[in-house]
């Protein structure tokens, strides 16, 4: 089969397009025909080396994957070959404590497909047959694809952390993120007032299209000066946040009182200066948010199914060109999900 491997840590580069073995499901297991693969910004950290991961080289990317079942192994009952299907990247052992509670993303053995697993950067992946969902059926391959680990993360982040209610202000840092570009619309969902951030006009207007009732200009506006006074100086409810550094501490500063800061990354940084006396003194919280639930993707699809919730697709690439995808993400220059098509 043809697919994207690496076989060193390094930049876009080391992406490599050439023909790999195609993969046999084993028991329990099934094999998927891929028709389309988002790239997500964990794709970016595995190629360059992230500590603690040590995936086995050459290695083959991709969390995100819309396709078909070909092929299907020893002990599978719940799908069928031919049938569509919707991957849920997540991976945990389903039986430890965690897992039996619904905390599946608390699994000491939880892992994500193409973290250390051969992922969907190909034309054929083999996964846990309890992982292939339901198909949205009103979504194209493209927009399934962009559908799965920000959703997931979104979700668990605004709902199931922060706990978000109707009437919250919600600043959501980095809009034109796949996973910013879930959030503006699952707190829209649930009835709150957003505002966004984004670093260009364009992308500030497509946030308001998704739903974001303000804007911030983060390249050129103080965040936290400025969604104080859209908030009439009482800060907001909850702050949305994967970037680290500066922005997280700007996020604190952003804060009403009782206010709720959710974060899932640390992209520029992951070291912080935090006033304690703010953090107790203003009654504040600070929540870290890894992956989600089973359950929490299982949530948002239903929105997704019935048009609620909506992908965003930034660009569609053919597999060859994963390296121009990863170049593109790394530039800042997309707004939603860029998506492989083999």
């Known amino acids: 089969m043809k697919a994207v491997t690496f076989d060193r840590f390094g930049g876009p580069d080391v992406l490599t397009y050439g023909e790999r073995p195609e993969p046999v499901a084993g028991p329990g297991e099934v094999l998927v025909r891929v028709r389309a693969c988002g790239i997500n910004h964990l794709d970016l950290w595995v190629r360059g080396g992230l500590p603690g991961l040590e995936p086995e080289l050459p290695h083959i990317l991709g969390n995100d994957v819309a396709g078909e079942v070909v092929a299907i192994g020893?002990?599978?009952?719940?799908?069928?070959?031919?049938?569509?299907?919707?991957?849920?990247?997540?991976?945990?052992?389903?039986?430890?404590?965690?897992?039996?509670?619904?905390?599946?993303?608390l699994c000491?053995?939880?892992?994500?497909?193409?973290?250390?697993?051969?992922?969907?950067?190909?034309?054929?992946?083999?996964?846990?047959a309890p992982n292939c969902l339901p198909y949205p059926e009103n979504l194209?391959?493209?927009?399934?694809?962009a559908v799965p680990l920000v959703f997931l993360t979104a979700w668990h982040m605004l709902v199931t952390r922060a706990r978000v209610r109707?009437?919250?202000?919600?600043?959501?840092?980095?809009?034109?993120?796949?996973?910013?570009?879930?959030?503006?619309?699952?707190?829209r969902l649930h009835g709150a007032r957003v505002i966004a951030t984004a670093g260009s006009a364009p992308k500030l207007a497509r946030a308001r299209e998704l739903g974001a009732h303000e804007t911030i200009d983060h390249t050129h506006e103080?965040?936290?000066?400025?969604?104080?006074a859209l908030t009439g100086r009482k800060g907001v409810d909850v702050v949305v946040?994967?970037?680290?550094?500066?922005?997280?501490?700007?996020g604190v500063a952003a804060l009403a009182r009782d206010g709720r800061l959710v974060t899932c990354g640390a992209t520029t940084g992951g070291k912080v200066t935090l006033d304690l006396n703010l953090?107790?003194?203003?009654?504040?919280?600070?929540?870290?948010?890894?992956?989600?639930?089973?359950?929490?993707?299982?949530d948002a699809l239903r929105h997704i199914a019935s048009g609620a919730l909506s992908p965003v697709v930034d660009s569609v690439l053919p597999l060859a060109e994963a390296r121009r995808g990863h170049e593109r993400i790394e530039a800042r220059e997309h707004f939603g999900k860029v998506v492989l098509v083999p």
């Open 74 to 105: 020893a002990g599978v009952t719940n799908v069928a070959a031919s049938q569509k299907t919707l991957v849920n990247p997540t991976l945990s052992c389903g039986t430890c404590p965690a897992c039996a509670n619904g905390d599946d993303h």
């Open 108 to 128: 000491r053995s939880y892992d994500v497909l193409g973290r250390k697993r051969n992922g969907g950067y190909a034309e054929y992946v083999v996964v846990p």
């Open 140 to 145: 194209s391959w493209e927009q399934a694809a």
């Open 166 to 187: 109707a009437g919250d202000d919600v600043l959501v840092i980095g809009a034109g993120s796949g996973v910013g570009s879930a959030a503006v619309q699952v707190a």
């Open 222 to 228: 103080d965040i936290a000066q400025r969604a104080r």
């Open 241 to 250: 946040e994967h970037v680290g550094g500066r922005v997280f501490e700007a």
């Open 279 to 298: 953090l107790f003194g203003r009654h504040l919280a600070l929540l870290g948010s890894w992956m989600g639930r089973r359950s929490d993707l299982n």
